[in-house]
């Protein structure tokens, strides 16, 4: 399965090319393919922040590059480019700063320059180490679509269609995606023939984004309004509801795109099991229960096109209780009926690729 999915590979988030990182511009999609070249930290920041790049795992793969673009400026015009950097951190984190991935993915730059010896050039070993976690994230995305496809195989019943919700594909990530790299597997391997996507409101990234690259892979696709969700259950045979992740709790609360803790609710009462695939990196020890985490909002003129005095509750993102959790699936492993004990297990693994 491996080699098929690198042989359907065909959407890149962003790629570094030749010292500068280039993104494509997901506001501009379905409709137009504009390819963004980012060649400093402020711009980098500046996409971070206006979601030309976006989920969880890219926007952290970009602050990566981001700081290599924001050392290469400090070499070359600060005789203290350590403190200076600082404030280069600072600008990324501030992007995003309840993004999980994006801090993580600075921790691990900046730990890797503490790590510098008196030999070594520290721009040529932070460009490495964000292109290790841009392979890294590539070769999670491949073996959660491999265990996800086994866990496609042991509970196959007959229902090959599929839900998925907002977007957690190649889109938001380095490879090929959590959700989508299980169901672009699914579709190879013969065990999903239908998959129905949210709109996903606000941003419609089901309707944008997942259906685009669903559809580019041939994969038959159709959109649900998200009021509808509950009659496609009803009335047509789906075996899962796959999703990923913003956040994973230390408890297996999972935070995730607005909308997917009522279809979790929905998935429970009409038999279909639920399914979160993302990367082990999404999860976060220190956070006990998912109600802990402060949930970000979007502007009111996403919902209300004039200023009407009417109070607007636009979150990004819900959570979803841990009980109401079939399976989540990690490079790390599989959590069935996932709790503390079972996540604080799989964070001690090493990657099973």
Same mark, same amino acid.
């Given at each position: 399965?491996?080699? +098929?999915? *690198? !042989?359907?590979?065909?959407?890149? /988030? &962003?790629?570094?090319?030749? =010292?500068? $990182? #280039?993104? @494509?511009?997901?506001?501009?999609?379905?409709?137009?393919?504009?390819?963004?070249?980012?060649?400093?930290?402020?711009?980098?920041?500046?996409?971070?922040?206006?979601?030309?790049?976006?989920?969880?795992?890219?926007?952290?793969?970009?602050?990566?590059?981001?700081?290599?673009?924001?050392?290469?400026?400090?070499?070359?015009?600060?005789?203290?480019?350590?403190?200076?950097?600082?404030?280069?951190?600072?600008?990324?984190?501030?992007? +995003?700063? *309840? !993004?999980?991935?994006?801090?993580? /993915? &600075?921790?691990?730059?900046? =730990?890797? $320059? #503490?790590? @510098?010896?008196?030999?070594?050039?520290?721009?040529?070993?932070?460009?490495?180490?964000?292109?290790?976690?841009?392979?890294?994230?590539?070769?999670?995305?491949?073996?959660?679509?491999?265990?996800?496809?086994?866990?496609?195989?042991?509970?196959?019943?007959?229902?090959?269609?599929?839900?998925?919700?907002?977007?957690?594909?190649?889109?938001?990530?380095?490879?090929?995606?959590?959700?989508?790299?299980?169901?672009?597997?699914?579709?190879?391997?013969?065990?999903?023939?239908?998959?129905?996507?949210?709109?996903?409101?606000? =941003?419609?990234?089901?309707?944008?984004?997942?259906?685009?690259?669903?559809?580019?892979?041939?994969?038959?696709?159709?959109?649900?309004?998200?009021?509808?969700?509950?009659?496609?259950?009803?009335?047509?045979?789906?075996?899962?509801?796959?999703?990923?992740?913003?956040?994973?709790?230390?408890?297996?609360?999972?935070?995730?795109?607005?909308?997917?803790?009522?279809?979790?609710?929905?998935?429970?009462?009409?038999?279909?099991?639920?399914?979160?695939?993302?990367?082990?990196?999404?999860?976060?020890?220190?956070?006990?229960?998912?109600?802990?985490?402060?949930?970000?909002?979007?502007?009111?003129?996403?919902?209300?096109?004039?200023?009407?005095?009417?109070?607007?509750?636009?979150?990004?993102?819900?959570?979803?209780?841990?009980?109401?959790?079939?399976?989540?699936?990690?490079?790390?492993?599989?959590?069935?009926?996932?709790?503390?004990?079972?996540?604080?297990?799989?964070?001690?693994?090493?990657?099973?690729?």
């Amino acid at each position: 399965m491996r080699e +098929r999915l *690198l !042989a359907a590979e065909r959407v890149k /988030a &962003l790629e570094w090319r030749e =010292g500068v $990182l #280039r993104v @494509l511009d997901q506001r501009q999609l379905p409709g137009r393919e504009v390819w963004l070249a980012l060649d400093s930290v402020a711009a980098v920041a500046e996409a971070i922040r206006n979601e030309a790049v976006r989920g969880a795992t890219a926007i952290g793969i970009a602050a990566a590059y981001g700081l290599v673009l924001g050392l290469r400026a400090r070499l070359a015009s600060c005789g203290d480019w350590r403190a200076a950097l600082e404030e280069d951190v600072h600008l990324l984190r501030q992007a +995003r700063p *309840l !993004a999980i991935q994006l801090g993580w /993915a &600075l921790d691990c730059l900046c =730990g890797r $320059l #503490r790590r @510098l010896t008196p030999d070594e050039d520290p721009l040529r070993a932070l460009e490495a180490e964000a292109d290790a976690l841009l392979a890294s994230d590539r070769e999670a995305n491949l073996a959660i679509a491999q265990l996800g496809l086994e866990l496609l195989h042991q509970h196959d019943e007959g229902a090959r269609a599929v839900l998925t919700h907002g977007n957690a594909g190649a889109l938001a990530s380095g490879g090929f995606g959590g959700a989508l790299g299980v169901i672009r597997a699914g579709w190879l391997g013969e065990l999903v023939e239908q998959v129905y996507v949210t709109e996903s409101r606000p =941003g419609r990234e089901g309707s944008r984004l997942t259906a685009w690259e669903l559809q580019g892979d041939g994969v038959p696709t159709s959109v649900c309004v998200d009021a509808a969700a509950g009659h496609l259950m009803k009335s047509e045979r789906i075996g899962w509801l796959i999703i990923g992740a913003e956040r994973i709790a230390a408890n297996g609360d999972v935070a995730a795109p607005i909308g997917t803790y009522p279809l979790t609710v929905l998935a429970m009462h009409h038999g279909l099991r639920v399914m979160v695939a993302a990367a082990s990196t999404c999860i976060d020890a220190e956070l006990e229960h998912g109600d802990d985490l402060p949930l970000e909002t979007r502007a009111a003129s996403e919902v209300l096109d004039l200023e009407t005095g009417v109070g607007v509750l636009n979150p990004s993102w819900d959570v979803t209780p841990a009980d109401l959790i079939d399976v989540i699936v990690t490079e790390r492993g599989v959590i069935e009926r996932p709790d503390a004990a079972k996540l604080a297990e799989l964070l001690c693994r090493k990657r099973l690729h």
